[in-house]
Structures are given as structure tokens and as C-alpha cells.
């Protein structure tokens, strides 16, 4: 027992799982879990000034916990700083998400651009990209999401790209192009189904007027799939147009 209270990762895995235990449960008995669940991911912290994970999961505690039970930006903040001296990416990825949680969009967007300026990863751009959409920019969405396939070569971007296009009636040649090349070299790693790469041609048909081929499309995802309830609806609008 002495060892596990000098070990860190046993102080961050017995926070978290607390953590989970803490939103399985009512919010009055939920609050009961905050002491204990700082406790042990604050240990962890100071017995590994290294890790990554215990300050990742103090940033997301400080801010989403209410201010009443002792939530707080600032202290969410220091533990971003932390991140960001021990990672740099980390550390602007926490802040974007601390920004984008306390609903400051353009704070969030300059943070997201600093982490793919510095690391590129896919995950940099997935953020930025995502808020974008979140905040209702789907031609910033689709070009960070396309200079991503650019660098990264992932054939799921294919897909999100093609999704947005579907979604908001936005750059259609590209957008099934970009579903082609999804379902040209799709895999089950890809993660999306195929049916619903082929909703969303029938989608971005239906935007073109082009009913005969949205049937063609939105058929093909029902015979993969005949529970599809979002192809089921969009057929009716098809079949309406």
C-alpha cells in the first residue's frame, strides 16, 4: 500500500476512477467524490512532474466543475501551463480547449492554429476543424481538414470532408470527389461505414437537384443498411424533391 501511495499513475488511474464512479451517480452523491478525486490527481502531479495524463485530466476537472464546488478557470489555466512546459503542443491544445469550453471561439481558433504550428499532428487539425463546424465555419472546416489529407494522407478525412460538404451545401464537386476516394480505399480502420459515405452522396445530390442519382445513392445505403433511420428520412426528402 506504501508503494501504491508513492506511485503516480496508481494516484491518476485511482482518480479517474473515481472520476467515472463520480458521473455514474446522482449529482448530490457525485459531489461527495470532488475531494477525493483532486487528491488523488493532484498526487499524481507532484509525484511525477512529468505527467501528461493527471494534468490533462485537472484541466478538464477545474473547468467543468462549478464554480460552487470549486471549478475554476484559473486553475485550469496553471495546469495548461504546466502541460505546455512539459509539451508545448499539450499546452496549447488545453488552453484551446479551455477557450473553446468557456465559449471564446476566437481564443480557442488561435490556440488550435499554435499546436499545428508547432506539432501538425491530426489530432491539431481535427480540433480546429471541429470547432469550426461548432461554430458554424464549414469553409474554414473543410480547408483545415483538407490541408490535413495533404499532409497526413488519412483516407477518414476523405470522408469528414465529404460530410461537411453533404452538410452545408458547400463545394459539391469536391465534396464527392473526396466520398470517392473514401470508398475507393476504404478499410474497416477508416472507422465510418460505407453507408454512410454513400448517404452523404445522396445527400450532396439531393442539394444539386439531381433526384435520380440521390436515389441511386441513398438506396445503395438502405441495402447496406436497412435500419439506416437517418437514410429512411432522407429518402422521404428525396422521393418529395
Known sequence: MNDEKSNANYHFKYGG????????VSRIRA??????????????TTLDPQHIEARW?????????????????????????EL??????????????????????????????QAIEV????????????????????KEAIATTSESLKKHKRNQLNYQIGKISAQYN?????GIACLSEYLANYSIKDGVPKDWAYYRLA?????????????????KA????????????????????
Open 170 to 174: 458547400l463545394e459539391p464537386e469536391y
Open 17 to 24: 476512477a473515481l472520476g467515472m464512479k463520480a458521473m455514474s
Open 84 to 113: 505546455g512546459a512539459i509539451s508545448e503542443v499539450d499546452g496549447y491544445l488545453a488552453k484551446g480547449y479551455i477557450a473553446e469550453y468557456s465559449n471564446r471561439p476566437k481564443d480557442a481558433e488561435r490556440y488550435y492554429k
Open 203 to 219: 445527400q450532396i445530390y439531393k442539394n444539386l437537384g439531381k433526384k435520380e442519382i440521390a436515389l441511386t445513392w441513398i438506396n
Open 31 to 44: 459531489v461527495t467524490y470532488i475531494g477525493d478525486i483532486k487528491h488523488h490527481l493532484e498526487s499524481a
Open 119 to 138: 506539432g501538425g499532428s491530426p489530432h491539431t487539425y481535427e480540433k480546429l476543424s471541429s470547432l469550426y463546424e461548432k461554430n458554424n465555419q464549414p
Open 222 to 241: 438502405l441495402i447496406d443498411r436497412a435500419d439506416f433511420d437517418e437514410a429512411q428520412k432522407e429518402k422521404s426528402l428525396i422521393l418529395a424533391m
Open 57 to 81: 485530466a485537472l484541466v478538464e476537472f477545474y473547468i467543468q466543475l462549478p464554480g460552487i464546488f470549486g471549478g475554476s478557470e484559473n486553475k485550469a489555466i496553471a495546469y495548461a501551463n
